[in-house]
């Protein structure tokens, strides 16, 4: 599976577009860092496991402004590779660097499941 399957966010309406969906994950990802290769790898596994839940890529190096409105509206510090989880647009978990996993990402989203 390749990192091309992840969908980008609409820059102008990505808020609009989250708060519609009960589960949906922001992929915050750097090309050129190792650490974010290795959360990929682990973003693409939750998905193959996960189809019906949407996962967003963030390229940070392309879509800076982007990563930045996301940090600011949804309180989330900035950091790459990271993972967040939004239920209908607010975030209820998030991970960074080695804490990027499909098994914890799939324990956020049956815990915000039971919410």
């Known amino acids: 599976m390749s ?25 915050k990802h750097s090309p050129i860092c190792g650490s974010s290769a290795a959360a990929l790898e682990q973003m693409l596994d939750f998905v193959a496991a996960n189809a019906t839940i949407p996962v967003y890529l963030v390229n940070v190096l392309e879509e800076r402004t982007l990563s930045q409105d996301i940090a600011r509206s949804l309180g ?22 080695g804490g990027v996993t499909a098994v914890a990402l799939g324990g956020a989203i049956r815990a915000g499941s039971a919410a």
Do not use: E
Request: proline share 15%.
């Open 76 to 97: 989330v510090p900035h950091a790459s590779p990271q993972a967040i989880v939004v239920r209908w647009g607010v975030p209820v978990w998030a991970a960074r660097y």
């Open 3 to 27: 990192k091309d399957l992840l969908p980008s966010l609409p820059p102008t309406s990505w808020q609009a577009s989250l708060s519609r969906q009960p589960h949906a994950v922001l992929f």
